[in-house]
């Protein structure tokens, strides 16, 4: 979804943007809103099929995965012990229920951190680049 407040003072390269919360959501292109960020499962395109804006050059970097490889791991761990203690399961449960849970939370939430940190990097350099055209 377009932002209605600032429009009126965006060029044509900005057109269209989608807002950083549903960028980083659903993975879309900063620039052209097209679901075009991610290349593999948490790994970015080189550049946007739809727009052919350059992704290489938004160095991200690994900075988010641990900080939330930790984030995960106590979700995970205080789920395990509350359902260890309420409903005592055999061992097969937790292996069965925590790997593909936890599997899904680590690269779900990879792909939002990363597409959120390269959306506010984009809009940190378009934002520089205003300010100097003035
Ligand atoms: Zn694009």
Not at 24 to 43: H, I, Q
């Amino acid at each position: 979804m377009p932002d209605p407040g600032n429009q009126d003072t965006e060029g044509q390269d900005t057109k269209g943007q989608p807002d950083i919360a549903s960028a980083a959501f659903f993975g879309l292109c900063p620039r052209c809103g097209a679901r075009t960020l991610f290349d593999g499962v948490a790994k970015f395109a080189p550049r946007c099929r739809a727009c052919a804006l350059d992704l290489a050059q938004f160095n991200v970097g690994d900075g988010p995965a641990a900080f939330l490889t930790l984030i995960v791991g106590a979700v995970v761990a205080v789920l395990a012990i509350w359902l260890q203690l309420s409903v005592e399961p055999p061992f097969w449960v937790h292996a069965l229920l925590w790997i593909p849970f936890t599997t899904a939370l680590v690269i779900g939430g990879l792909r939002i951190a990363k597409a959120w940190l390269l959306g506010a990097e984009y809009r940190r350099r378009a934002g520089e680049g205003r300010i100097k055209d003035e």
